[in-house]
């Protein structure tokens, strides 16, 4: 991503968009993979997701009594409904 951003600009925003739509295994493989880009201040990652839905598909991949609510509040900064 570093050399899309010195060719295009100086930041690059990424949208996701109904990842609680998205295969348990999937969603969670997005979220432990983006979260290494998240120290970069030039990457912003907006989601366009329900959270209430997305914390059942966490539960489901790692067991109904994991704290979906505690493992999304590592990704997401700032809610708006």
Do not use: W
Not at 26 to 39: N, S
Not at 58 to 70: C, E, N, P, Q
């Amino acid at each position: 991503m570093d050399s899309l951003l010195a060719e295009r600009g100086n930041r690059l925003v990424v949208f996701v968009d109904e990842l609680d739509r998205c295969k348990p295994s999937f969603a969670v493989k997005l979220l432990e993979r983006i979260k290494h880009y998240f120290l970069n201040d030039r990457i912003t990652f907006v989601f366009s997701v329900n959270i209430n839905e997305l914390q059942h598909t966490i539960k489901k991949h790692y067991g109904a009594d994991f704290s979906a609510t505690r493992y999304l509040d590592r990704f997401f900064d700032f809610r708006l409904s």
